[in-house]
């Protein structure tokens, strides 16, 4: 989201994204440079992510990875954002990355379980109910950048419980 105080220096590419490796990850490895949708885009860099990591760890494993993922992605967020000067500019995806991996760490198995895990975590991060939206316009930098989409995912986890809870 970006503020009244925040003003875009330059249109980012592909030679923004090599010129520092924090701007590379927090551009979802360059899914932030779709022309449409750079959130959904880098939702969907969670996949194969997640399809890789989750054979090869240990669930404790698992969340510490998670946690480190969340810790450097406030570091890499706020030096992108810095760099384009709009603290939390759209084709900054890691934060959707992060998000969704945990996500899906606690969906149900099944691909029709990501999917839906998928709508509703896009749901919540382009809605922002409160107090998603409150976190997203007045927590800045890379900590605020990281931490809406956490909510989302948080939102996203109690709807998936409620829905298999009926099932």
Known sequence: MTTSHDQLKFQPDWRFLFSHPAHFLSFGFGAGLSPRAPGTAG???AFP???YLAPRLTDALFILVLIWAFAFGVWVCDKTGKALGVSDYGGIVWDEIVAFVLVLFFTPEGLA???LAFLL???F???KPQPIRHFD????GGLGVMFDDI???GYTLLCLAAI????
């Open 164 to 167: 298999k809870s009926f099932i």
């Open 121 to 123: 975590f896009r749901f």
């Open 43 to 45: 939702t969907l860099i």
């Open 49 to 51: 992510m997640y399809w």
């Open 137 to 140: 316009q007045t927590w800045h």
């Open 113 to 115: 379980w990501q999917l």
């Open 151 to 153: 909510l989302a995912a």
């Open 125 to 127: 991060d382009i809605v």
